[in-house]
Nanobody
Framework: VQLVESGGGSVQAGGSLRLSCAVSGFTYRGYCLGWFRQAPGKEREGVAKINHERATFYVDSVKGRFTISKDNAQNILYLQMNSVKPEDTAMYYC??????????????????WGQGTQVTVSS
């Protein structure tokens, strides 16, 4: 299984960015795919997740601003980030879990991880 993120970069507050995660070797019919982020000196936290039925979940801090989606044909997970804020600055990771999503976004639930892509939001 390989997860490769891209699309990170620097953006001004209020701007937009789209992160991508190319998923390969992950052949489970049921799955949960998620985005996590980790700011310097902080714990890694969940951002959003989507399952094989396209049900989505967002943490409160990004609701209404971020959108998670998946292109099944190309096996790419996306995170559209709009109205970004300086507090969104972090390394963003995509993660995968077989079969189904559990309640919430618990880091230890996810079995596979990408290497991360950096997002920096300036004020």
């Amino acid at each position: 299984v390989q997860l490769v993120e891209s699309g990170g970069g620097s953006v001004q507050a209020g701007g937009s960015l789209r992160l991508s995660c190319a998923v390969s070797g992950f052949t489970y019919r049921g799955y949960c795919l998620g985005w996590f982020r980790q700011a310097p000196g902080k714990e890694r936290e969940g951002v959003a997740k989507i399952n094989h039925e396209r049900a989505t979940f967002y943490v409160d801090s990004v609701k209404g601003r971020f959108t998670i989606s998946k292109d099944n044909a190309q096996n790419i997970l996306y995170l559209q980030m709009n109205s970004v804020k300086p507090e969104d600055t972090a390394m963003y990771y995509c993660a995968a879990k077989a079969f189904r999503c559990n309640f919430g976004m618990v880091r230890s639930d996810f079995e596979y991880w990408g290497q991360g892509t950096q997002v920096t939001v300036s004020s």
